[in-house]
């Protein structure tokens, strides 16, 4: 009994109706428990598992007890999750054929799914544009206004080295170093200080083999540590990302050659 009620305190609150519906049938009508559910982890976060379980019943077919094995699966869940969250996106980016826009939208789309904050910035004529701050906290309007400033396309900020390299930055752990070299001047630097920003990843965003910009996802929890699977996603997210980036500046220029004909 004391395991159950373990279980069922560590079961995520949304999944309760449908697991007692499961064991229930089981328990009635011996039907396969085949079941996934989310439990919660000593992290604090919930991991999705798999369970299969059989009810012992005794000579009159009662059920007396049950057994079963628990597995996390979640690798799989995080495959599928992906899948889901790239193909959300790409309908989301490809909604708009404003260029700017959809870079907002975009670091918007990252928050809180792959980031708990999202910087995108841009170059434009040597000049650094920043076109979208999106957090996961509650306060956002005061992240915004001390996030505004971007930084200097020759300093040492991340996302600019990224700019100038073209090559995407996988950062496991943010020392206070890299936060002096990231921000804009000592209040900046101090607010950044103050989100305690365990990791972090930096991906250009390339257009017609021009770098255009990049995107900064930043993690402000413990347990979110970045590495080469949240890359890959990341990247792949700002490879689609600059697809819809393409089709707008084209319908621009289509647009501005159609006016010109006239």
């Not at 396309?153 to 170093?177: F, H, W, Y």
């Not at 103050?194 to 413990?222: D, F, M, N, W």
């Amino acid at each position: 009994q004391a395991s159950y009620d373990l279980f069922c305190r560590l079961l995520h609150p949304d999944d309760h109706l449908r697991i007692g519906q499961a064991v229930g049938l089981h328990l009635e009508n011996n039907t396969e428990l085949d079941v996934e559910f989310r439990l919660l982890h000593t992290s604090g976060e919930y991991r999705y598992c798999i369970a299969r379980g059989k009810a012992w019943r005794d000579t009159e077919g009662r059920p007396f007890r049950m057994s079963g094995i628990v597995s996390v699966i979640k690798e799989r869940k995080n495959a599928e999750e992906s899948i889901r969250f790239l193909s959300e996106a790409s309908a989301s980016l490809s909604a708009s054929l404003d260029y700017e826009k959809t870079l907002e939208t975009l670091a918007n789309l990252t928050v809180p799914f792959l980031a708990d904050l999202c910087i995108v910035d841009i170059v434009e004529n040597d000049t650094v544009r920043r076109m979208g701050i999106a957090y996961a906290g509650t306060e956002q309007a005061r992240v915004r206004s001390l996030l505004r400033e971007p930084p200097q396309l020759n300093g040492q900020n991340p996302a600019m080295k990224v700019v100038r390299s073209g090559t995407p930055l996988l950062i496991p752990e943010i020392t206070d170093s890299m936060l002096v070299e990231a921000a804009y001047g000592s209040t900046q630097l101090e607010f950044l200080r103050e989100l305690q920003l365990p990791s972090g990843i930096v991906v250009p965003l390339v257009v017609r083999g021009r770098t255009l910009g990049a995107i900064s996802l930043l993690s402000t929890k413990c347990d979110r540590r970045y590495g080469v699977s949240h890359l890959a996603l990341a990247e792949e997210l700002a490879r689609r990302a600059v697809l819809s980036v393409e089709n707008g500046q084209l319908y621009q220029e289509t647009q501005k050659t159609s006016e010109n004909l006239h």
